[in-house]
């Protein structure tokens, strides 16, 4: 069956320093991934998503970018973190194909202080 | 963008009563799902409606789906304290493998 890993669950960082959260994905193939940021008692908001290796789309400008070094690994980075940059951090993934569903991690909650 | 606005924002009943929750979107879409959040957790996938389907079942949930307003509900009929969550419907855009989320609807059922 497939699974998702998210880590770390929390993570609290200074202002100015530097952010990789990463997400992988076992027991399937080509998966679509995603990265989503959710405010405190907010909406998800797409940051971005991947339909292959090395192929990022980026739907918000931010202080934020991806990766997708392999099939199955996305990997969320920021050079320098910003207070804003505070939140829920979700990554997801869906098979390749029309009408299925998003699979999603466990989250990770960033607090930048 | 955020493409989808849920209503109410929340909602609180009792154990045993129904929840309506209802999403506007904005764009054509080829599906439309909806999905549960447990406080500080992931998300979990609860139904989808294909665009040229307009009602759909699944135990307690009915999904609802109106093209031509560009609007859905979710139905959770005789509803438990563990319903308690936020659903969010979100839409997969016709053209895109992007999944847009609504704000959500935050239940409360009370025992």
């Known amino acids: 069956s497939q699974t998702i890993h998210q880590w770390p669950a929390t993570l609290v960082q200074p202002v100015g320093s530097p952010l990789s959260l990463e997400c992988t994905v076992e027991?399937?193939?080509?998966?679509?991934l995603y990265w989503y940021r959710q405010a405190a008692g907010r909406g998800l908001q797409l940051l971005f998503y991947s339909v292959g290796i090395g192929q990022i789309s980026s739907e918000v400008p931010q202080n934020l970018s991806a990766s997708r070094p392999q099939d199955r690994q996305f990997i969320l980075s920021s050079k320098k973190l910003l207070l804003s940059d505070s939140g829920f951090y979700l990554c997801?993934?869906?098979?390749?194909?029309?009408?299925?569903?998003?699979?999603f991690g466990q989250g990770t909650r960033l607090t930048v202080v | 963008s955020q493409q989808g606005e849920e209503d109410p924002q929340a909602l609180s009943i009792q154990e045993g009563e129904n929840a309506t929750m209802n999403c506007s979107y904005k764009?054509?879409?080829?599906?439309l799902q909806w999905y549960r959040q447990n406080s500080g957790r992931g998300l979990v996938h609860l139904i989808l409606?294909?665009?040229?389907?307009r009602e759909k079942h699944s135990g307690r949930l009915r999904v609802t789906l109106d093209t031509s307003k560009k609007s859905s509900s979710l139905l959770i009929t005789a509803s438990r304290a563990a319903d308690t969550a936020s659903y969010f419907c979100?839409?997969?855009?016709?053209?895109?493998?992007?999944?847009?989320f609504g704000t959500g609807t935050r239940l409360k059922v009370l025992a």
């Open positions: 764009t054509s879409i080829n599906n």
């Open positions: 027991g399937t193939s080509n998966p679509n």
């Open positions: 979100a839409t997969d855009a016709l053209g895109t493998y992007k999944y847009i």
């Open positions: 409606i294909r665009s040229n389907e």
């Open positions: 997801a993934w869906s098979v390749r194909a029309r009408d299925t569903e998003a699979f």
